[in-house]
């Protein structure tokens, strides 16, 4: 019954912005780590960031600097704010949370569906 939702992703050209949301429903007790992965074609999942229920945060090396990871707990959603976008950040964009549905129980992960990321040059 958990779904997360990502959206805001599109085609932009190099330099551009974008700004991804993700966005939780369904039965959650707690949200606690949230994060954001990318695939692009032929390549592995990778991490992009992620950010504690407390609100640390960490990114990978090729984003950091760049990428900002951000979380609205009353909304239930993490947010991924892209700046300085380069052609290798072409991707689809996946949103991770760590979701408590029953307390004393450990948190489970979900995954979103994906929204497609295109840099151009």
């Known amino acids: 019954q958990v779904q997360l939702v990502e959206s805001g992703g599109g085609l932009v050209q190099a330099g551009g912005s974008l700004r991804l949301s993700c966005a939780a429903s369904?039965?959650?007790?707690?949200?606690?780590?949230m994060g954001w992965y990318r695939q692009a074609p032929g390549k592995q999942r990778e991490l992009v960031a992620t950010?504690?229920?407390?609100?640390?945060?960490n990114y990978a090396d090729s984003v950091k600097g760049r990428f900002t990871i951000s979380r609205d707990n009353a909304k239930k959603t993490v947010y991924l704010q892209m700046n300085s976008l380069k052609p290798e950040d072409t991707a689809v964009y996946y949103c991770?949370?760590?979701?408590?549905?029953?307390?004393?129980?450990?948190?489970?992960?979900?995954w979103g569906q994906g929204t497609q990321v295109t840099v151009s040059s």
């Open positions: 991770n949370a760590d979701i408590v549905r029953r307390w004393l129980n450990p948190p489970i992960s979900y």
């Open positions: 369904g039965t959650i007790l707690s949200l606690n780590a």
């Open positions: 950010i504690t229920g407390g609100g640390s945060t």
